[in-house]
């Protein structure tokens, strides 16, 4: 892996690029590390290492295919490009490991942007007020999941597929439809979205795009719940051996109910950075997202099975996302095409994985 | 004897990451025979009925078929060679239908697009009346309990007309009753020139059913030698290569104050009037046939079966358990005995597997203490010599002996008061049921009762301190140790 690092870093020794700080080698490099506690482990990690490969490949190929891919701008692109659909995956990945999913994703994170947004814009609440809005409003719908999965016997993907449509419903009911601030008000009144705010999503911290710092922060936090928690290790346990884990005093519907606040939490954190990225929030935002976000989560090597995964190959499926579709621009690619070769990414990555577990039996 | 065999197996090696689990094994059958195969825990059986079955590829060696070299593919492969397998955990269908399951990939046909169901039921009901398993073949197979799962997969096995037939521990869920019957059709399918291999724990099962006998240690065979004149204590000096000092260790205890006493535990249909006291460091043991009721009355205890009136107390205190984190929290244990159904995570590592009862004693706020959870983790696999020792392997890659053994060191650390186990040695190799004795009295000094669910005879005699017998729902005799023979339970529970 050291050796991977040098090469990278040498092609872009860019002096004034901290933001390669967020360029994907290097935050794979950390994950890596956290993935690898132990002699045992890391080589167990290395047999695991498929989408890692296949995002150092890739990031090589577009590095000779485009002068103009690896540059610290284009590089601190990317991570913003990803950073929407990698919070979202880390959430997804927590769902998906204890035997869910979640398709509600995209519709709570307009949801609680939209609340956010509102209240900031047109009710004059600070952008503290506003934040803990979304993250409340996220929180609650996410819970609101896990409740009635737990509770009833819906299936996760109907239970979430019915509440991904009333979050819209209800994103559009708040905003009335229009994007907020809404062209008027922002012309007539002047009402705007707090600068802070529009910092979270476009601003930087030494060069380094905030999104990109958010990323590194939710995944840490990601991964801390999965490996050093008790909630961590009763989500594997469900997702595992569901009546397994009951006899062995698990609660499947505290922990079920955990994540998909969790989950919501996150989505309302990825509503904040998007509508600080877009400079406003509307109810249609991240259409689409909860694919995106499952898909970021089987590439990183997450079954859809549940018990067995972890939110380092999700950052890495989320990257390899955000690369592809950003080399393909710098390509020429048309956006429609972009569409087709990535839904092909999404299966070879999975063919290629189960050939290789079953060729190498890990 | 023929003397060309039918099957013939030449240096078959097999690898898996980190075991070399078949180290160039020769085997061969011969032409109506049963050719049992024994050795420890991982010794790498299953492997090679699996490699034979098409479910597993070998890496090196032959297999020689009525004298032609072949490849076996698939399972299908295997069925078309004239290969049947009952799989040590069992491969059968939860959501389909008993007769489904048995006719799975072969629905006989009437005209081209319908299925011959009448002819179907009525052969699906006469394997399963020559297993003495009298059940609706219309019920999905989610719905039975795991002897009747084990039957009805035999059933399968056996209504393919196969020529070979491999069995992986199929009695290991079995209690005598149905073993009995299970020989007898072993010994009738032999006579009509069947070739059988035939993998067991129950020593004692070895001369009922077989000619020959192989035994496997680490991999590599010992020996091979006709049944006729081999003592238990050879088989097991080849299998464990030292001597076995004790089979059922037992130290005299002198039970305390009762923990758990049950009143009058009543479920609709099943349960009838359940009375029993267990007291500290007792070791209290139930037996019973198919479906007599042992499982449902444990799983009441437990809080995974709704009951309809009768008390529970605990240390003298009245309780009710409506879950198993309540449970759990008054000091039960429970080990269940379909480990692959509600014991074991299969995707996760031993470790975690191991903790999984006592989270609490391993984590403070929530947080894990990884180095505790970890000292207790190497303690556990050595002291029950869980093999491969190695606590990040996923539980799902150790055989199932090894699997019965995480499930067992779960409970083993949960701290439990009252420990329940049903059927606590299925699938464990001989010397390791030994030590599992000697840890149950370890667990008895601790003053921890337990309460033992076993259809092994022997087991159950030399181990608990009272029997309770149990048939349809209710209690039909209680013996103190010593007072109980073979001969008197069987009867109390017939
Ligand atoms: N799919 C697998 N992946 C990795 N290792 C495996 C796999 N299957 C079996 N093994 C290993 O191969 C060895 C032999 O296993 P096998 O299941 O053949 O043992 P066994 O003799 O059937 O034991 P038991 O009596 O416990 O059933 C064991 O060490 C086991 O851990
Ligand atoms: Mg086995």
């Not at chain 1, 577009?62 to 990803?82: G, K, W």
């Not at chain 1, 009333?166 to 009335?176: E, N």
């Not at chain 1, 909860?290 to 939110?311: D, F, N, Q, R």
Request: with cysteine; net charge positive; proline share 4%.
């Amino acid at each position: 892996m050291r050796e991977k690092r040098t090469k990278v870093s040498n092609i872009g020794n860019n002096p004034e690029s901290t933001v390669s700080a967020i360029a994907s080698p290097r935050i794979s490099l950390l994950m890596g590390r956290l993935v690898s506690m132990g002699g045992e482990a890391s080589k167990k990690s290395l047999l695991k290492g498929g989408p890692l490969i296949a995002l150092l490949l890739l990031i090589a190929y577009l590095s000779f295919a485009s002068p103009h891919f690896f540059t610290a701008r284009n590089l601190s692109n990317v991570a913003v490009q990803s950073s929407i659909n990698a919070i979202l995956a880390i959430g997804q990945t927590m769902v998906i490991i204890s035997g869910g999913i979640d398709l509600s994703v995209g519709a709570v994170l307009a949801l609680s942007a939209s609340v956010a947004a509102v209240a900031m814009t047109y009710h004059g609440q600070s952008m503290v007020v506003g934040m803990l809005l979304a993250l409340g409003t996220g929180a609650l719908v996410g819970s609101i999941s896990g409740i009635v999965i737990a509770k009833t016997k819906v299936p996760d993907f109907v239970a979430t597929l019915g509440i991904m449509t009333a979050a819209r419903g209800l994103a559009l009911i708040v905003t009335g439809g229009l994007p907020v601030p809404s062209h008027k008000a922002l012309l007539e009144v002047g009402a705007g979205l707090p600068s802070g705010l529009i910092w979270l999503g476009s601003g930087d911290i030494l060069g380094v795009p905030v999104p990109a710092l958010v990323i590194v922060a939710v995944t840490i936090m990601g991964w801390h719940i999965l490996t050093n928690t008790t909630l961590g290790r009763a989500i594997y346990a469900i997702g595992g051996n569901r009546e397994a884990a009951r006899v062995s005093g698990i609660s499947i519907d505290r922990t079920k109910i955990m994540a998909y606040t969790i989950m919501g939490l996150l989505a309302a954190v990825a509503g904040i950075v998007l509508t600080g990225r877009l400079n406003s929030a509307n109810a249609l935002m991240a259409g689409g997202a909860e694919l995106h976000s499952i898909a970021a989560v089987v590439i990183g090597g997450t079954t859809l099975l549940g018990g067995a995964g972890g939110v380092v190959g999700t950052l890495i499926g989320a990257f390899i996302m955000g690369t592809l579709g950003n080399g393909l621009n710098l390509l020429g690619v048309s956006a429609f095409w972009q569409q087709v070769i990535m839904g092909m990414l999404i299966i070879s990555v999975v063919v290629f994985d189960q050939w290789r577990r079953r060729r190498f039996a890990v | 004897m023929p003397t060309e065999p039918l099957l013939r197996l030449e240096a078959i090696d097999k690898s898996f990451p980190g075991v070399h689990a078949l180290d160039h094994v020769d085997f061969d059958l011969y032409e109506g025979e049963t050719h049992v195969l024994l050795g420890e825990n991982g010794a790498g059986k299953s492997t090679l009925v699996k490699i034979l079955s098409g479910s597993l590829p070998k890496d090196s060696g032959r297999i020689i078929l009525r004298g032609k070299q072949v490849e076996i593919t698939s399972s299908y492969h295997a069925r078309l060679l004239g290969i049947g397998m009952v799989y040590q955990e069992l491969s059968l269908i939860p959501d389909l239908s008993v007769v489904e399951n048995i006719f799975l990939g072969r629905l006989p046909r009437r005209r081209v697009f319908f299925i011959d169901w009448p002819r179907m039921y009525e052969e699906a009901q006469q394997v399963l009346k020559k297993l003495g398993l009298i059940i609706d073949p219309k019920v999905p197979v989610r719905h039975l309990g795991l002897a009747e799962r084990q039957l009805v997969e035999i059933a399968k096995c056996l209504s393919l007309n196969e020529r070979i037939l491999l069995l992986d521990e199929p009695t290991s869920a079995l209690s005598e009753e149905e073993r009995q019957r299970l020989f007898n059709l072993v010994n009738e399918l032999r006579e009509r020139g069947i070739s059988i291999i035939y993998i067991s724990h129950r020593l004692s099962e070895v001369p009922i059913v077989g000619q020959r006998v192989t035994v496997l240690r680490d991999g590599k065979k010992v020996a091979t030698l006709p049944v006729n004149g081999v003592g238990e204590d050879t088989l097991i000096q080849m299998m464990v290569g030292r001597e076995l000092k004790e089979q059922y260790p037992k130290e005299k205890m002198i039970p305390g104050e009762p923990i758990l006493k049950v009143q009058d535990l009543e479920v609709k249909g099943a349960l009838h009037h359940v009375d029993f006291t267990l007291h500290e460091g007792e070791i209290v043991g139930i037996y019973g046939l198919l479906n007599a009721g042992c499982t449902t009355l444990v799983r009441a205890l437990f809080g995974l079966q709704k009951t309809d009136s009768g008390k529970i107390y605990v240390d003298g205190r009245r309780v009710t358990i409506s879950s198993p984190e309540e449970a759990i929290g008054l000091g039960l244990g429970y080990l269940t005995r379909d480990r692959a159904g509600d014991g074991l995570i299969h995707p996760m590592p031993v470790l975690p597997n191991i903790t999984l009862a006592n989270l609490k004693e391993f984590s403070q706020l929530g947080l894990l203490q990884h180095q505790k959870e970890r000292r207790e983790g190497e303690k556990r696999i050595k002291e029950l010599r869980v093999l491969p020792a190695d606590l990040g392997r996923c539980a799902m890659y150790l055989s199932g002996g090894n699997q019965q053994k995480v499930v067992l060191a779960k409970w083993l650390c949960s701290g439990s008061k009252i420990l329940i186990f049903d059927e606590p040695t299925r699938g464990i190799d001989v010397g390791a049921k030994s030590e599992i004795f000697q840890l149950f009295n370890r667990l008895v000094k601790e003053k921890v009762g337990i309460l033992m669910i076993s259809s092994e005879l022997p087991e159950i005699l030399a181990v608990a301190d009272r029997i309770f017998v149990m048939r349809r729902g209710s209690f039909t005799a209680e013996y103190q140790r010593g007072e109980a023979t073979q001969e008197k339970l069987l009867k109390s529970a017939s």
